[in-house]
């Protein structure tokens, strides 16, 4: 009987211990404003995933002091709606921050009541550049920021080789707001985008099987797709109608479509087959399964009449770690009550202006961007105020699914398989590292991106009549009226046009002038691509300097092509002109039009052409003519020289008078000299220009000053000793130079 009061005493003190416990709870509510377009898919699954967030979360963390409480209204897909339920939120349930709202356009009204009264706003759907944060101080972007992708798809274009693209959106916020971005990573590799094709958000499959065909006409066949699901899957059913889910074409999807694949009709995912697509990477995990296991019995449960194809999807796993993030925040901010303060009033003011201001926004929103964690999507970090997304993975729809062709992450670029070291990964070889595509058509070859458009306009080539035929000649066509062209030139220009990396439709223009008997100056010729009469100028056209301020030329080979200045169309045909220099094809053209014997020599090998010893034959005999007569002409002058030097044609020991001539040391052969006359000859010697005799007269001239003194003496007996053209005078007991220079006694 002792036992029995003990027992009720225990269950009393449970139930107290549980009411105290609800009372506790209930003055830490933490109120939240959860909108979304409930008439979608994305609004469908993010209700169930975020509902199931709350009680996951406080069935683990039981502890907490404060406690989510969810308020979910329906936007019904319109922006007045979605403001209107955020101040009806605010001003019944005081709500701390609101989450959830689907739309760009609904983020952009909210954010505005956001500010004023410092309540958080926090989207997991809108994905729109245009929603920044400057201007937003209280929006938080719980997904990815649509530009974060271009740079992977911009990649994959280049991976392939293709040089054109056309992207293909829907006219909203959503659909425009990828484009500034999109548009800049490919003009970063080079990619032209010749159309942007805009579809209205109401339109009819009359209008998109119209511009449909609009692009079937036109020669690009590279196309990026950034729609909303349900447009998207009417898109890809009339493109499949439209012959243009056929070999040749490409498709590429950003993530708005990529990532809820597995929730689309299997009629639409047959259309789409061989289409690419960029999506978020979610890692495979244990926590993932379970987590989808029970979300597929929560969302068959809350939506019986859906379509049992509707599955989970990324929107559904960020709404259920935003929800975590925001629990952990609130908790972490310490806000256990709602403590707003009301504004001064203000004269004509509107509603938003009497709203009361939360004080504990400021706080709630900074613990909302620190707080990281490992979620079911993946790594979950809100730093700059928006999901930092670092991976992308590469799919190609096949049959009723899809399947995994390579990823992009910031570090590695494209890969086969994901590369986690995060080491950075570069050469040629990254860009091919994908995994086989089934293109659409069910082809395997990669397609070229483009084909010869069946309408459009066509390229005008001017061209003229060469001095040089063989070069350039141009002739009417009597039977179409047609102007056409021949010759090395237009043969070298008619090839690179095929090299091209798209197709480029053309016509020849000839080049008239007022006289018809003048063919006109080359400078008027090229003045035509100047004044727009012409694209382009094809002739044997020399570079000069005041030519190219007013156009571009080609890479010269033996021609030159004119463009003009700035045109797109000269570093490609540049290029293409490279490529036939550097193969054999530029050896046909060259014989073709060239070489007059290549017809007649058509035995003849390859090497006859080449350059052999023989060859030089010539050139070796004039040289060993040459170098044998300047040889004889040196020994020639040098015997002439030594011929004079000894006396030419008189005796050897005699000048022209008769007298006996000096040795070279000044004395006469053969006769024994005093030696220290010889020093002070080298004394006085000095060099002369003219001889003076004993009284200091000028001697007459000689041709080179080799004259006998003794025909010039007077009454002493003198003597003038020759040493080349230098003299010395002796006399009585002085030596003087015929210069006048200072006398040196003897």
Known sequence: MEKAPRAILFLLLIVGFGVAQNTTSKGDEFHVGVILDLGTLAGKVARTSISLAVEDFYSVHRNHRTKLVLHIRDSMGSDVQAASAAIELLENYKVQAIVGPQKSSEVLFISNIGNITQVPI???????????????????????????????????????GWREVVPVYEDTDYGRGILPSLIEALQEIDARVPYRSVTPSSATSEIITQELYKLKAMQTRVFIVHMSPTMTSLFFTKAKEAGMMNKGFVWITTDGVANIIDSLDPSVIEAMNGVLGVRYYVPKSQELDSFTIRWNRMYQRDNPDESPFNKL??????????????????EKAGISSVTNKQPQSIKNSTCLDSMVISTNGPDLLTAIVQNKFRGISGDFDLTNRQLTVSVFQIINVVGRGWREIGFWTVNSGLSRQFNQTGLKITGPALMIDLNPVIWPGESTEIPRGW???????????????????????????????????????????????????????????????????????????????????YDIAVADTTIRCNRSLFVDFTVPYTESGVLPKNSPLRAEISRAILNITESAKIIQIEKKWVDSNSHQNDDKTDGSDAITFESFGGLFLLTGIVTACSLFVAVLMNGYKKYQQNGGSKGDNQNECGHEKKGEDGDSQGEQRDPNINDMEKQATLPVSHSLNTNGDQLPDSKDNDICCRCTQNNKATSLTHIGSQIIHRGDKSTRSSSGSKLVPT
């Open 122 to 160: 926090v989207s997991f759907t809108a994905t729109s550049p245009s929603l920044t944060s400057d201007s937003m101080p209280y929006f938080v972007r719980a997904t990815l920021n649509d530009s974060a992708q271009v740079n992977s798809i911009a990649l994959l274009i280049k991976a392939y």
């Open 313 to 330: 999807s990324i929107v559904g796993l960020w709404g259920y770690d935003m929800i975590r993030a925001l629990a952990q925040a609130a």
């Open 451 to 533: 084909e010869i458009p069946t309408i459009g306009k066509k390229l005008r080539v001017g061209v003229r009549t060469s001095i040089y035929p063989e070069f350039i000649e141009t002739f009417r066509d009597h039977a179409t009226g047609e102007t056409r062209a021949s010759g090395l030139s237009v043969e070298i220009f008619e090839e690179a046009v095929k090299r091209l990396p798209f197709a480029l439709t053309y016509e020849y223009l000839a080049f008239d002038t007022a006289d018809p008997r003048s063919k006109g100056s080359y400078d008027d010729f090229v003045n035509q691509v100047y004044l727009q009469k």
